[in-house]
């Protein structure tokens, strides 16, 4: 843990809310501690219930629908942005076992019962605008490489990706989108969501917050990104049974990272 003596301060309005530099230990030990959270409070079965639902629903709109089979893959990308909505609860669980308070599952939803509610509500509200906007940008691409009119089946589309001049473009560009859209989300996502849930703060407040500590930390955002993104390709292997390890693990760390960024 190596926590910098270096901080930076964001106002708003009268409040004054610092934000402190972190180094690359910090982000290993949010992690470590993240972990210890999961093995204490388990969040996989929790999420195997809601992972595969969510998979299979997906799969057979896609199945009924080839108009939709290109939005498959940015949709199954883009619902990474939902994730620090969803770990809401987690936040809560490690908060209150970090101050010695009962930190068994029936608080789980505690933050969407009083004053969270609000800002919770709101900060989830900015990251579904932006993953429509990331829906629409991929069918953009989709639209521009192989053209709005040419619906495909899976095994068409799949084959020309690899095998075209076309293919190769939409996915480096799409690719390219992506990684920007991802990088905005992390940005305003990794340090509000928590905020909410420990300070009696609004979603504007929080949002700053988020970006300001992103600013102070460049290095180690992007580091913390990479790993998360590192983890939840993990996850997906095999048929995303992962996931139900990695996002409860991923969220208990992202309040463990809030509490080494932002000076309570």
Known sequence: MAITMDSATHTRGVERIEVRRIGKADLDWALAEGWRDFRERRGDLMFLGLIYPAVCLMAVIVAMNDALLPLLFPAIAGLSIAGPAVAAGFYELARRREEGLESDWSHFLDPLKGRSRTPILTLTAVLFGLFLVWLAAAYAIYAFTFGAENQMRAADLFGRLFTTSAGWEMMVVG????????????????????MVVDKPVDAGTAIATSIAAARANPGETAGWGLRVVALLALGTIP??????????WLGYATWHLYTRIVKR
């Open 175 to 194: 690719n390219l989108a992506g990684l920007a859209f991802a990088v905005v989300a992390l940005v305003v996502s990794f340090v509000s969501f928590p």
């Open 239 to 248: 048929f995303a049974v992962g996931l139900a390890v990695v996002l409860p």
